[in-house]
């Protein structure tokens, strides 16, 4: 056999075409790989890490990962393992994933959100996914979502899904109240007014609020009220910073005020986490409309809750407009050809149609493929996905958000007006964006 067919040419071929495997055994074998039938994958282990995952099935996100690796591992007997580990949705969740990636030694494949991706491409810790991508997938995938995760002409990542940011509501304390649920284009003002008669004490003493929300560099789960006036953080083409025009320092003051004028929120809005958040919302009990993307819902249908998802309200624009990104599964850039296969055909399995045929509610939004189907509650968030505002596939964007993060949440306890807010932050983003 030529020497200049590789080892690598043979497996993502054989990934693409129908082989057999004594034919790619023998091809295998020639270039010095493995002999047996069909064993290319045999003794690899893989290391999976997965957003909000919680270890025997501590959450649903745990439930469902262990199912699909589970269905994974049975189709395919010649996986020696795949161990997963767990990361947190926040900033410092973020930064232990990249840390490991870069770091090269305990990631093989792994969930993100799309604007972490850069960051892995530039500094070459991720593999490209255009070698082992069929013809299907290619037709399969929505195509905005193939050039989202492409650098320099090469694809970086697998789309699982576009998770958009709704506004959850406790039916009960809607009932307990005596409010109806609010129409599908609701504006601020009305939301403002159910937030406020949502917002007060039981006779066991009990504080309930009408609204909360995370505020981290890692989410943009309030941006919806900031944005919601017409303001957008970065230009179309990424090139110059935006959030300080009139109308995103209006939109950042009504975040605000719902804080510091109505007092609609907790005493501790701002500095919240998302466990705390779900707990409020779920134990307690006591908040009865707060916003975040589709994943929790799932978890609040497993444990028989009486909610619903409603459309972030519409602001000043006029227009629909809510918040996510695009969640990705990658492959770190491994050396290791056997294990590149693997790991590629893992994630590739982690984000079709058949996983979510193999595990029920396997998909936590709405899917990247056409061929997804999901039900409710996931279904709730599918009419967003069409005006949600992807936040910028860049290598700066971590750091940009990072910084618009420190000055919102500075505006939202109260420390600065919001004009400052958005102000401040526009001479270090500039020489970002043109550095």
């Not at 195509?143 to 899904?161: E, Q």
């Not at 701002?270 to 978890?299: C, H, I, L, R, W």
Request: glycine share 10%; hydrophobic share 35%; aromatic share 8%.
């Amino acid at each position: 056999m030529s020497s200049s067919i590789t080892r690598r040419q043979l497996l993502v071929e054989g990934s693409k075409v129908a082989v057999s495997a004594s034919v790619l055994s023998a091809l295998l074998a020639a270039c010095g790989g493995d002999s047996g039938s069909g064993n290319q994958t045999s003794d690899v282990s893989l290391r999976y890490w997965v957003l909000g995952y919680s270890p025997n099935g501590g959450n649903q996100t745990g439930k469902l990962t262990d199912a699909a690796v589970a269905a994974y591992k049975k189709a395919h007997k010649n996986l020696k393992g795949v161990t997963i580990t767990g990361y947190t949705g926040d900033q410092s969740g973020f930064t232990k994933l990249t840390q490991a990636v870069q770091g090269g030694s305990t990631v093989d494949v792994f969930r993100l959100p799309s604007d972490v991706l850069p960051t892995l491409v530039r500094s070459g810790t991720v593999a490209p996914i255009d070698d082992f991508l069929t013809a299907d997938d290619k037709s399969d995938i929505a195509s905005n979502l193939l050039d989202a995760v492409s650098t320099d002409g090469k694809r970086y990542s697998w789309p699982l899904w576009v998770p958009p940011v709704g506004m959850y509501l406790n039916l009960d304390i809607f009932k307990e109240r005596g409010i109806d649920v609010p129409k599908d284009d609701w504006t601020y003002e009305e939301f403002v007014d159910i937030a406020k008669r949502l917002t007060f004490k039981r006779s066991n003493g009990q504080q309930v609020y009408g609204y909360s929300g995370v505020i981290d560099p890692g989410v943009v789960n309030t941006w919806p009220f900031i944005m919601g006036d017409g303001a957008y953080p970065l230009s179309k083409d990424n090139k110059q910073y935006t959030f300080n025009t009139p109308e995103g320092v209006s939109g950042l003051q009504k975040l605000m005020d719902l804080a510091l004028k109505y007092k609609v929120t907790p005493p501790d809005f701002g500095t919240q986490t998302p466990t705390d958040m779900v707990t409020g919302f779920s134990q307690k009990k006591n908040y009865a409309m707060y916003s975040e993307p589709s994943g929790s819902s799932a978890t609040y249908k497993a444990l028989g809750m009486n909610f619903t998802v409603k459309s972030m309200p519409i602001g000043m624009s006029g227009k629909p407009l809510t918040t996510g990104g695009i969640g990705l599964i990658s492959v770190a850039n491994l050396q290791d050809e056997n294990k590149l296969k693997a790991a590629m055909d893992l994630a590739r399995y982690l984000t079709s149609s058949q996983v979510g045929h193999d595990i029920t509610g396997y998909y936590l939004a709405p899917g990247a493929r056409k061929s997804v189907d999901v039900s409710n509650p996931i279904a709730l968030f599918k009419p967003f996905v069409p005006y949600t505002y992807i936040t910028p596939i860049i290598a700066q964007w971590p750091q940009i958000r990072t910084i618009l993060h420190d000055q919102i949440q500075k505006a939202v306890l109260g420390k600065v007006t919001a004009k400052d807010a958005l102000n401040n932050p526009a001479s270090e983003v500039n020489s970002l964006l043109n550095g």
